[in-house]
Each structure stands twice: as C-alpha cells, then as structure tokens.
T-cell receptor, first 114, second 110 residues
Framework: DTGVSQDPRHKITKRGQNVTFRCDPISEHNRLYWYRQTLGQGPEFLTYFQNEAQLEKSRLLSDRFSAERPKGSFSTLEIQRTEQGDSAMYLC????????????FGPGTRLTVL | DQQVKQNSPSLSVQEGRISILNCDYT??????FLWYKKYPAEGPTFLISISSIKDKNEDGRFTVFLNKSAKHLSLHIVPSQPGDSAVYFCAASDGQNFVFGPGTRLSVLP
C-alpha cells in the first residue's frame, strides 16, 4: 500500500513530556501538510512543506511545536512540554504540486495528554 | 472567525433518496473547494472538488454545486447508500492554505 502512513497511531503522555510523530507521505508527493483535529471540528491547518522547505506556519503552531522534513521525504512533528490542550488527532496529508489540490490524508495520530 | 461553515451538524436520509450537504464560506479569495468523507478511526478521504471557474462538477453519484455570488456550495449524493454514512467535510483553498468546515454527520437509513 502506498498511501500516507503515520506513526504512532496513538500516544498517551504526561503533561510536560515531549512527543514526536512521524509521517510518511505518498512517495511522489512533494507537498506535505500537518493538521490538528479536535472533537466536533474539522482539521485545522498547522504547517506545510514543499519538498524540504517549510513554507507556511499557522498561528496555532506555538513555539512548543516544531516540524521538519529532512530531504523532502518523511516529516516529523514534535511537541515539547505537552499541555492537556494539546490532546487532539494530528493528521498528515500529502499532495503533488502540479496535480489537483486534493490532499491524501493519513490515519492520524491520536494524542492524549494526562 | 469561521471562514468555512457547515451549519447542519447532522443529517439523516433514507436509502435511495438524495442527500444534500451544504457549506458556506466567507473569504472571496478561495478559488478551489473540496469535499472529504471521514469514517471513524480513519483520515479524511477526498471525494470531489470544484474550481471557482465552474458551477458544477459531477462524479458518479456525487455532484458538487458552487454558487459564487452566494458563497455557497453543496454536495448532492444520489442515490444515497448506507455506506455513505460518515462525516463530510467541506474545505476551501486560496492556493496556499486549506480551511475546513466543522463537518456534517450523514446517516443513511436502510
């Protein structure tokens, strides 16, 4: 299967701990997006990469959040000093610049901060 | 400030009938609109899209209508099937960013 994959699928952590999530996009896709989704809401844009360059960051992305996409392949999203308000589903999506704008989503990582 | 609104949190439709899901937006810079379907424990799946230069796009049982002057779009599903039961998200793009609505939960009753 060559869809978008995310790891881990679930993460439970204690407040104050750091967590890191990984996303592997569809191999030929050069754009990669991170979203956060809370209950009853649609996905909220966090950041996006074109190849290895981080081109856009949302105001939602506080200093505790950092994302990387070394070599333009997989991406990581790190949250430092987690807070209970960080509990959410973190979704990754990829698309191909030059194709349509439709994004292909991974299954998400559900984060629970205790 | 919600730039993309889906005012119906839920909708129930009888199998075989038409489902109409609505979406309103406020930002006139949006020029591309998409519908996604989401099942529990899965990521959203792309369904259909429409560019602002069109007013209708059709793909099988799914048709999206765009009314630019009203800043309104709708997704029609005909005929509705029980497998269509899911949460449907409307999304709008200005070329760089994507803004999603809060979703409408569709239940297709057998």
């Amino acid at each position: 299967d060559t869809g978008v994959s995310q790891d881990p699928r679930h993460k439970i952590t204690k407040r104050g701990q750091n967590v890191t999530f990984r996303c592997d996009p569809i191999s030929e896709h050069n754009r990669l997006y991170w979203y956060r989704q809370t209950l009853g809401q649609g996905p909220e844009f966090l950041t996006y990469f074109q190849n290895e360059a981080q081109l856009e960051k949302s105001r939602l992305l506080s200093d505790r959040f950092s994302a990387e996409r070394p070599k333009g392949s997989f991406s990581t999203l790190e949250i430092q000093r987690t807070e209970q308000g960080d509990s959410a589903m973190y979704l990754c999506a990829s698309s191909f610049r030059g194709g349509g704008r439709e994004q292909f989503f991974g299954p998400g990582t559900r984060l629970t901060v205790l | 400030d919600q730039q993309v609104k889906q005012n119906s949190p839920s909708l129930s439709v009888q199998e075989g009938r038409i489902s109409i899901l609505n979406c309103d937006y406020t930002n006139s810079m949006f020029d591309y609109f998409l519908w996604y379907k989401k099942y529990p424990a899965e990521g959203p799946t792309f369904l259909i899209s429409i560019s602002s230069i069109k007013d209708k796009n059709e793909d099988g049982r799914f048709t999206v209508f765009l009314n630019k002057s009203a800043k309104h779009l709708s997704l029609h599903i005909v005929p509705s099937q029980p497998g269509d039961s899911a949460v449907y998200f409307c999304a709008a793009s200005d070329g760089q960013n994507f803004v999603f609505g809060p979703g409408t939960r569709l239940s297709v009753l057998p």
